[in-house]
């Protein structure tokens, strides 16, 4: 070949070269085998510029580019290149003359510039992995020792980033294996441990749904002694735009507490039945001596007022055993065709003393009669234990009101009064178990804090509702609401509308 045609075969052969650089499978190539093809590829850039017009010195670029992705290395090798094979063949074979010797230089800098630009470049590329690298390390190291496990989805519910302590939990609930997608069902229970968890009400599918919620109880692991029992909460993740972008899990084990409970409340209810026994006695044997005729006067009262102590501590006993069996789901109903007018103004009038020594004004607003199923004795205590909370907490002067209607289906029964309220930081807890506000216990009131506990649960078990409404100063409205279910020989009419005031 003449080295005059060296220019045309330089200029056919280094596309040739770019495609077969493009084409090859480097993965499973060793990187020899890359920088031996970019060396020949200089060489035939060079010899493309062995004309007296010196070629195009951009050819120089692509293999300059390749070489800078190594970085300093990669720029020296451009450099040593572009000299041995661009600048001293074309000045040999041109002859170092001004215009020759400048256009080799200027080729020769571009190519080592280029080459540098892209090196620095990837410097500060791999310097930013690096760092994203460290934080991710970082963050993952930071997960995997808090005791919580936590839980990140997508969008679409897939499992984003799971902690090392959430697997532990993920192992008992999901023995066979886990798809990472939100809503899988495996061996998960209720609170109750007996009941599974359906895939739409797993905590990971209600995340999905866009929920945010706290403290939803589940038990995991179908083996009773190493299951454990987690509150959920969940909160949304939100993208710029202000759409859904997933949901973030925490997963909190409460094994411990929850096994403390029972235990505390197993506790009580052993209590409870042992006192049932001497209180019985005493009651039967200071009724015994109160029907003496002989008793003097002072020995009389001082037995009354064991009696009325033995009657609250009964009351109390009875409440601790009402309380426990409620938060196992022990509340048995006996329904029956009950006049809940009827029910409601034997409680108002039952009250009527104690209101009237409170010095308190009280009205009703009750219908003649309101046919419904409920249990009677329960629901009664329901009423007692709404009024005698409102005369207890109405300073004298004050002002109850006791309504009872159906609306829209409902037999809704409220209690209203003018009495110190409830601040709103103890709203939340008004019918939590052995709760007593900040006022109660600044004045003394009497209670351990079981009453509206016991009501909830009565209320819950009849398939209704209770909700309180107070401001602080103001005085409070209890509102109840039960379903409807009117007997069948009370169908015509449901109810008589007619009020009385009391």
Known sequence: MELRNGPLVGLVLVPVIWVVTLLLPWARMPQWCLVVLL???FALVGLSRLDTQGGTALLVVVPALWLGVYGGRGAVMTGICTVA???VP??????PNGMNLSRSVTTTALAIVVSLALASLMTRVRSGQELIDLQRRVADATLDTVDVGLVLLDAAGRYRTVNRRHHDFMRLAFPAGHDGLAGQVGDVFHEDGETRVQSAEMPTYRATLGEEFDDQLIWVGADPVTRR???????????ESGGFAGAALAYKDV?????ALEVKEEFVASVSHELRTPLTSIRGFTSLVLERRDLPQDVRHQLNVVERNVSRLDRLVADLLQIAQAEKGLVLLEREPTDLAHLVRQAVEASRPAVEAAGLTMHSRLPDHLMTMVDPQRFAQVVDNLLSNAVKYTP???LIEVDLSVIHQRVELVVLDTGIGISPRDRH???SRFFRSRHATEQSIQGIGLGL????AIVESHGGRIEVESEEGLGSTFRVRLPLDVPDEHQDPLWDASAVSV
Do not use: E, N, P, Y
């Open 429 to 431: 807890h008004v019918f």
């Open 255 to 259: 094994t411990d507490f929850m096994r």
């Open 39 to 41: 060396v020949v590829d």
């Open 396 to 398: 004298s002067g004050g």
């Open 453 to 456: 506990s016991i009501t909830k």
């Open 85 to 87: 094979l661009v600048m």
């Open 229 to 239: 029992a987690l509150s959920v909460s969940s909160r949304l993740i939100r993208d």
């Open 90 to 95: 074309g000045l040999v074979h041109t002859g």
